[in-house]
């Protein structure tokens, strides 16, 4: 292999297995949790009385 063990080239293997799966396990739980606030944000909505949601309508439309 041209100066590399094979010890080195496992290594180097591995650590960037790692740091691969470290950013799909990061990348696939903030969709998780996007999903999940979006989610409870609609439950939020639906249980919300009239007055309530008049007030957020308003809040929203200033801004």
Not at 50 to 58: L, P, V, Y
Request: proline share 0%.
């Amino acid at each position: 292999m041209g100066g590399i063990d094979f010890s080195a080239l496992g290594l180097l293997i591995g650590a960037v297995g790692g740091v691969f799966s470290f950013w799909i396990g990061r990348k696939l739980r903030r969709k998780r949790l996007d999903r999940r606030r979006e989610r409870d944000r609609a439950a939020t909505l639906a249980n919300e009385s009239r007055q309530a949601r008049r007030a957020r309508e308003r809040r929203e439309q200033g801004r």
